[in-house]
């Protein structure tokens, strides 16, 4: 790219008064060429000191030990802030999953071909918004106190009758129950002496909440 060139062929000119004719498109050149490397420099330094897009998933662990100093809780939650999601993996068998954009919950036990909903209450919201307060704020282990931990059981009764529409529900719990029967529960006093517990899942979470939810089915 060339901003000047020295005059060819016509008349004759007065070399001076050429050279001072110049300099006014010299001097253009010169500070457009100077305002380009400064908008290409700042470009740089804003590229370099942006820092880098937080992912909005993490993992965060729970472990507790008892007095003896045997650890007898090691579990962890996938977190995901910006959809509001956390994802239990309990001991690489059962599954659960807290939808808090949608008020649910999701249970897909061990060895078993069914999902179980569940929707959220005011303590479940609390439970949730510890774990994603923590990955908030970057902390990605819980080491929870024995002395200080509450421990409470639900009892919820499986609607053997009352089939849920998965269709309706949104990922990821769609895509975790998509080959299983899916059935709504609803809160319970307990299944009574004429019925077995079906299976309990213990859950805790970083506010010193350990609750056990354990199912039964109800009569059609």
């Not at 009574?192 to 609750?211: E, H, K, M, S, T």
Request: charged share 15%; aromatic share 10%.
């Amino acid at each position: 790219m060339t901003c000047w060139n020295l005059p060819e062929g016509g008349d004759p000119v007065d070399e001076g008064s050429s050279f001072f004719r110049q300099i006014p498109q010299k001097a253009f050149c010169v500070g457009l060429w100077v305002s380009l490397l400064l908008i290409l420099l700042a470009l740089g330094l804003t590229g370099h000191l942006r820092p880098p897009p937080q992912q909005s998933s993490q993992v965060v662990r729970l472990t507790a030990e008892d007095s003896g100093g045997i650890q007898f809780l090691n579990q962890s939650a996938v977190v995901d802030r910006e959809s509001g999601l956390v994802t239990f993996s309990l001991e690489g068998k059962s599954t659960v999953i807290f939808d808090s954009k949608n008020g649910l919950i999701c249970y897909q036990p061990a060895n078993q071909e069914s999902c179980l909903l569940w929707t959220m209450e005011t303590s479940d919201y609390e439970n949730v918004y510890s774990l994603l307060g923590a990955a908030t704020h970057q902390q990605s282990h819980f080491q929870l106190h024995v002395n200080e931990t509450q421990r409470r059981t639900e009892f919820l009764g499986v609607l053997a009758a009352s089939q849920a529409d998965i269709s309706t529900l949104q990922e990821p719990i769609r895509h975790l129950c998509r080959d299983r029967t899916t059935h709504w529960t609803k809160k319970t006093e307990g299944p009574g002496r004429q019925r077995l517990v079906y299976f309990c899942i213990d859950i805790c979470f970083p506010n010193n909440i350990c609750a056990s939810v354990c199912f039964y089915y109800l009569p059609e």
